[in-house]
């Protein structure tokens, strides 16, 4: 990993920086729209390119079951596959076995479980996870690990921390084609302890990036920032550090300053499609009857096809017309207004005044 800090700033634990990986250079701070099943939802390559996407995250999990290895091999890997150049980081799917697989039997080997979608059986241990991502192609491969609910039982929580951790032992032994990267997942739910020993045991193994999971899992907003920024104090200066899951613009603000460098969320796309639009003043429900004759943008500030040509109003007519295209703009300004985020806050960073950009953000988005 040649991971290279370029900035920090100098009031707080915000920085920028940048590494490179097999589909090109990954900036930091970063925000990664989520393409589970290959696909942004409701955004085809061509938009991405306009909302000025960098990189994105898919999942191992769906993508193994569906469409499958075979057929992703043959397409050339998930790049050719979907027409995407940039970039992919895919999720061990970890939490997806968990949350949605069907009589799952979790062991110290891996995980037994039914698919979702037509009830046949598999395994996934931390060996075959990380072959799945091979197989895909991803350039940022996640190691399998164990998330827990919340609220969870100490001794839980610690038998998941146990499991993920020789879990990771074993990924780490494991060789991948050259250049592509490994980050490890730190687990321990709301446990100071757990979190701290499975930090620091996971950078003992020298991963190339390390990643904040099992929160935003149903904790209330400040217990997961006490998490996160806990947590972020055993993790090496020199690694990227990746919170997984979160999710707002106040998220990804508040986890940048305590020194955070990736996120990634599914937000953006998924209220885009029900019709709530972020802007510079607070998110938007563009199906509330005062928007039916309001003919300004989405966001005045903001520079998105979206924006740049169609109203509030023919927006909302769009979605009570039930035309598509309604959603797909409203993702693609969501979208945008994300990677605009992104950019003011690397400069601020850069300028040594991201407090100062995070108070007057804040105070405008609430009010």
């Keep these: 990993m040649d991971f290279k800090i370029l900035h920090k700033d100098k009031n707080c634990r915000a920085r920028t920086g940048k590494f490179n990986t097999l589909h090109g250079e990954i900036c930091t701070p970063i925000f990664m729209p989520v393409a589970t099943q290959g696909t942004v939802k409701a955004l085809a390559p061509v938009w991405l390119d306009e909302a000025r996407v960098e990189a994105l995250l898919s999942n191992a999990y769906h993508l193994y079951l569906r469409p499958g290895l075979d057929i992703i091999s043959k397409a050339g890997g998930l790049h050719k596959f979907m027409n995407w150049p940039g970039p992919i980081i895919t999720d061990s799917g970890g939490y997806q076995v968990f949350s949605l697989a069907l009589l799952r039997k979790i062991t110290d080997e891996g995980v037994n479980f039914q698919s979702h979608i037509n009830g046949d059986s598999h395994f996934i241990g931390p060996k075959e996870c990380l072959r799945i991502q091979e197989a895909i192609g991803s350039d940022i491969c996640m190691v399998l690990d164990e998330c827990v609910a919340y609220p969870c039982p100490y001794e839980k929580a610690k038998l998941a921390v146990e499991r993920t951790l020789n879990w990771a032992k074993t990924a780490r032994a494991l060789k991948l084609s050259k250049g592509r990267q490994i980050f ?184």
């Design 184 to 367: 490890a997942i730190v687990q321990g739910s709301t446990f100071q302890e757990l979190r701290k020993s499975c930090a620091q045991e996971l950078v003992k193994l020298d991963f190339d990036g390390y990643a904040v999971g099992g929160v935003s899992v149903g904790e209330p907003t400040q217990l997961i920032y006490d998490i996160v920024s806990f947590t972020l104090n055993f993790l090496p200066q020199d690694k990227p550090r990746y919170v997984m899951g979160m999710g707002t613009p106040q998220d990804i603000i508040e986890n940048i300053g305590q020194g955070a460098d990736m996120f990634d969320c599914i937000i953006p796309t998924r209220y885009g499609r029900t019709g709530t639009a972020f802007t510079c003043e607070g998110k938007i429900n563009l199906r509330n009857s005062i928007y039916a004759n309001d003919f300004n943008p989405v966001d005045s500030e903001c520079g998105c096809y979206g924006c740049r040509n169609f109203s509030r109003a023919y927006l909302r007519h769009l979605f009570y017309a039930n035309e598509i295209l309604g959603l797909e703009l409203l993702s693609l300004h969501n979208v945008y207004f994300y990677t605009d985020l992104i950019a003011k806050i690397r400069q601020a960073i850069e300028n040594d005044c991201f407090l100062q950009f995070k108070s007057a953000f804040l105070e405008r988005y609430k009010a």
